[in-house]
């Protein structure tokens, strides 16, 4: 197992992507594990298969990358009528501008959507989320439950 804390931190880019490179390949062939911290979630990314966001000390949320990219999305709904959005527990960030309503959620299905239509709002986009959105959502969802 190699550990490493921001292993790529103050590196120029060619540097950067050599040590990233480097990284990749002792994990080729699965019998090396590499844990490693960083605030560049564009690394974090491109090399991890599992993920752990921290908090304050604490963990916020741990699964699967792909986990993560499947099951986040940003919902933009436009809302005519000044309708309450619905009470949805997977609802963790929410920004309204006039008659324009950002949400982004994890746990996101299919049939989530509907819930919005079905309130009496227009779903006009929706959009996935990048690993940074996703961290910066599960940190400022947990700042929330922690005041």
């Keep these: 197992m190699l550990v490493f804390d921001e292993p790529t931190t103050g590196l ?14 002792a994990m080729q062939d699965e019998t090396n594990s590499i844990l490693f911290s960083s605030h560049n979630t564009l690394d974090v990314e491109k090399i991890s298969d599992y993920i752990t966001f921290l908090y304050d000390g604490r963990i916020v949320e741990s699964k ?9 999305r940003r ?12 009470e949805l527990t997977n609802i963790k960030e929410v920004q ?7 949400i982004v959620v994890n746990d996101f299905d299919d049939s989530l959507p509907l819930k919005f239509t079905d309130a009496g709002l227009e779903v006009e986009a929706i959009e996935r989320l990048t690993l940074e959105e ?6 400022q969802y947990a700042k929330g439950l922690k005041a």
């Design 12 to 25: 120029d880019p060619a540097v950067r992507m050599d040590v990233i490179d480097e990284m990749m390949n």
């Design 64 to 72: 699967d990358k792909e986990a993560y990219f499947d099951s986040w």
């Design 75 to 86: 919902i933009r709904l436009i809302n005519r009528n000044n309708i309450k959005l619905p």
């Design 96 to 102: 309204q501008s006039g008659k324009l309503s950002s």
């Design 134 to 139: 996703i961290f910066l959502s599960n940190v």
